[in-house]
């Protein structure tokens, strides 16, 4: 599974290194989301609730772009046959693409964070709660990555797939959103109080639940 | 990877139907090939060749009937046949961002297969001074050989050819003969729309219409009349 998971990250990287397709647009995706808000809300400030939600509907929806994106270049080019064709454990392409998503989320916000800081966030973030977000970032992406990996592979099958994407995908991610938003409201509060250890435990149990289902159907949903 | 099984033939197909939601591709097909045979399949577009070769390549599944490659039963052991087929169809299953090369490296590292055949290989079809040029960048017949390398690349007992020939010159043809032509050794299953280049390289023929097959024959009681009659509208 090691040499297959490697194949797949190096082609991964070395596409979109060649034509940068992904991590550009949900970059800039998150930044003019930004903007949206800020006119639409009439708010030059947000924090608390409010910075929370608008940080983790940008995420979620830019993540819809790298979701949508996820295996059209393999049904296109032939890469899934050739993948299929391989002596290789099929579920070494769900870990390929899950972790080519987790890496297009945190490259995305290294820009998408700061970003959010300096046009929206009113209060500053200490050092300590920086470190606390980033916690939540990793296992809010983690549960992107997965079942977004897993609708991506279904989507791609169909004629419809740009539909299909976010109308499969968005309800299954409204617990990644509860957990990420009531986990970073408080950081990102006026007077920041602790991260509540209960949501992040919600995060860790929605990775762990949906990568096992993950990990169980995806030889479904890539065998004809 | 398993190995395939000795003495067994290399193809076994029995009353194999394949559907496509109302359409059926393929109905109560039966064909035998021993290794080391090649089995040239002829018949109009849409006639089920390529449905034929997907399956045999463990793409698709049959509806009914059974499906055995190198002594494997596709349904149960589908999974051991994977890394001893080599597939060249219409498409070249090559990334269009990625050179020859790395093409050529990705698929290597999925098979397990030592990068120096690479090289071998791009020397073989004469890519070697293209071998880092973009797949887009390359002419049909110039991908076509790079697709023959990505077909030949981990050595495999069965070679499926969807019409192998089609983008290639005189010249390049030659070129990949010894790597998918009957100097190969391999058991090789071809599509074909030339009756007499078809029958020149098949030792079994077989002719599909409307998914089934009406025509089974050894290659030398086959004429070519008897496979412009498949074409007939």
Redesign the interface.
Known sequence: MR??V??LL??EA??EL??PQVIPAMALFSLVTYVVFHFGLRRNELEGDLAAGVLWATILFAAMLGVGRLFV?DRE???F????????DRTSLFVAKALSMLAFLALVQVVAIPAFFVLLLGPGLSAAHTLDLILVLALADLGIAIVGTLVGALAVQTRARDLITPLLALPLLVPVIIGAARASSPLLAEHATALPAKWLAVLGLYDLVFGLLAYGLFDFLV?? | MAEPVAGAPAIDLRNVTRRYGERTALFDVTVALDPGRTLVVFGPNGAGKSTLLRILATLLRTHEGTASVLGHDLKRDGWKVRGHVGLLGHDPLLYRDLTIRENLRFHARLHDVPLARIEELLDAVGLRARANDQVHTLSRGLVQRAAVCRAVLHDPALLLLDEPKANLDPAAAAIVDPLIGAASGRTRVITSHDPAGGLAEADLALGLRAGRADLLAPAADVTTAMIGELYAV
Request: charged share 35%; no cysteine; glycine share 8%.
């Open positions: 040499r297959a490697s194949a190096r082609k070395s596409l060649r034509t270049t080019e032939g890469g046959d050739a993948f299929l064709l391989a002596p290789v065998e004809d």
